[in-house]
Structure formats: structure tokens, C-alpha cells
């Protein structure tokens, strides 16, 4: 979906000015979608959007040294849209550049009478309104009400001037410097951008939009845009109906007598979910607090296959080309098998070289890494009681 909006805006504007807004783990893995080039405001960790979006502001003005008076225009990258969704971010930046109001949303046309978005509620039919009043997730019944009245689906997506967010990081969170933004990060309340700052706001528009727009951010609205049934190892038999299965893993998913569900399987968990309920996940995805089990890095992969007391398995794929940082743990050993490829370790400055079937031990507070030759497949054991991914020193190698 990043790589799709990405390249859908630069294909509108190519000389578009373009940051990416994200938590610290998925960096490695949009530089490896997108390049090394790309522009990242990176969330030390997760805080919702109004955090994001004023860290993200924060880093335009003081960092890319943008002024306050420039236009800004925020969207997710989930939505399933065509070029004249971006054509309409130009017109909703134009709108914001003109200063009439603090705030421009774009209002989605509503083509059904939903419950998972909120919904805007203009004075007018205008293209352009000003805002009447917001209203939360309702049910159908009460959506239905508001789409009688003209309301709009609140898609997420706004424009305002930089220094309009730059007066509200320093009202609401004492202060609006990157640094000391950054430095505070952790402390923030997790509040979305719409309850922190819209829908207090009393200078506001809405710009309507009524083409082609799948917020792909669900999995029943992401099944929907799905061409097969089945991503990955799947088979659904005959008495199936409306049902699709993501399947990330390398075991076999079989799906008999279902209806209306979608399976999705990773190495971060599985889903197994009435259509409709697919959409309430959050609060109970936001409880599970496990280890990393996946995660792209700038050098390759890793999978981790097993988690006990004081050990953990991992498979680790490196690129050819590349290597891990040069690092040591202080409470852990760990031990490398090489499976496939060939390349080169440094274990406290000494080189070796290696292949499918070598052993590499290293002990805790040892410096060590590992260089790619070929693609580089190992397994990795870690030995200790104190297994954590904060134990790690990072060094420079000079051979």
C-alpha cells in the first residue's frame, strides 16, 4: 500500500515534497521498498496520530527548514484510490494555502451507510463548506441519519498551514521543537489528531470528494480489493463462501464449510474473523505484548522460530552484499549455523571465512558480525536469561 501511494503521488506531482511518517521498525523496510532516498519522521514509539502529526510537522520546519506559512496536507497510505484522489490533495493544499480556515478535511462521498468511519457534517453543499458539526462511529441506523443530512465519511485526510500545528504542539504539549518534541515523545498521551485538535477546532472546511475511494485499512475492505481468494498456501473446498486467507506462513491453511471470514496467518499471529467483527480489532491486538516475531532490516530478514526461557531460534537471511552491524550483547551468547551461501564473520577483530554447515560461537560481551558474500541464510541461537533486543552495543569496524 506504501509502495502504490508513494508512487501514485509522484506520478501526479513529481516534484512533490514527501515525508513519511512511521515507528522505528518499519524504517528499515520502507527503505527497502522505497530506497534509501525517501524522507522518514521517525516515531520513537507509538503515540497515535496527533503526536505523529505534530513530530511530523516538527521535523518540516526544523529540520527540512519548510516555512510555517507553507500549505500541508496529511493522508494515510491505505487507501485504495486513482489519480483524481491525488488531484484533489493538490486542490485540498490550495485550499489550506489561502489561510480562510485553520483546517481543510476532505470528505469522502459516502457510498453506504457505515459504522466504521466518523462522519462530517457540512453547513452546505458547496464543494468547499464550512463544517457544521462531527459525528462519532454511529450504527447503520443512525449512519443512515446522517446521510440524509449530507454528512461525509471522515477519511483521515486534512491540510493546514505548518505553523498552525507547530501553536498547537506548543499549547497542548509545551513545546514545538523537534528535539525537545522527540526527546518527550514517550511521555505523550496516545490521542488521535481528530479528538486532540479537529474536532475543537471552530476555523474549519471540508472539501468534498466523491470518486473511487476502499479505506484498505480493515481486512474485510482489504479482501474486497483482492483479486483471489487465497494469497499464499491456502485451499478453501467448495462449500467456502466469501471467504480469503493472507497466508504469510510456510505451513498450509485449509478452510472447510466457512462463510463470510477472512484468515490471515504471519509470524506475528493469526486471524481467524467473522468479516464484519474484522474491523474491531484493535483494542484486542493492542493487549498482546509478545516478541518481534518478523522484521525486514537494511541488511536482509529474520524469523524467529522458537522463544523459551533463556533461549531463542532464530533464521536469519542476509543480502548479498551486506552485513549486520559490527555489536556485542552483555547478557546473552549466541551461537551462528550457517545453512546456505557463503560470506565472512568478525569475531573481536578476527575474519573468517564460512559456509553452509560452519558453527560460530560467540560469547557474551564479544564483538562480532557477519558479511554476505552470497545471500546468507543461518540459524541463530540465543543463550541467557536476560534475552532482550535493547541488549546491544554497536561499534565500528576497521579492518
Known sequence: MLQKIYGQIRHVDPEANIVIATSKKQISAIHNQLGKDVDISMEPTRRDTFPAIVL????????RGISGQEPVVVCPVDPYVNEDYFQALKQLSEQAKTGQSNLVLMGIQPTYPSEKYGYIIPE???????VKTFQEKPDVKTAEHYINQGALWNGGVFAYRLGYVLEKAQTL??????????????????ISFDYAVVEKESSIRVMRFSGQWKDLGTWNTLTEAMEESSIGDAILNETCQNVHIINELDVPILAMGLHDVVISASAQGILVSDKDQSSYIKPFVDKIDQHVM????????????????ESMTIKVTLRAGHSMNYH????????WVVVAGTGRTIVD???????????????????HTIVAETELKLMEVQLGREISVDDKQKYVYRS
Request: proline residues 1%; contains cysteine; hydrophobic residues 35%.
Open 56 to 63: 511530523a510537522s516538527a521535523y518540516l520546519h526544523d529540520v
Open 124 to 130: 452546505n453543499t458547496e464543494p468547499v463548506s464550512r
Open 173 to 190: 504539549l509545551g513545546g514545538s521543537s523537534y528535539a525537545d518534541l522527540f526527546s518527550r515523545y514517550a511521555a505523550f498521551e496516545k
Open 294 to 309: 518478523f522484521a525486514e532490516k537494511s541488511w536482509g530478514d529474520f524469523r524467529v522460530l522458537d522463544v523459551e526461557q
Open 328 to 335: 556485542s550483547h552483555q547478557n546473552r551468547d549466541e551461537v
Open 349 to 367: 577483530g578476527m575474519e573468517q571465512r564460512v559456509c553452509a554447515g560452519d558453527v560460530i560461537t560467540m560469547q557474551s560481551g564479544c564483538r
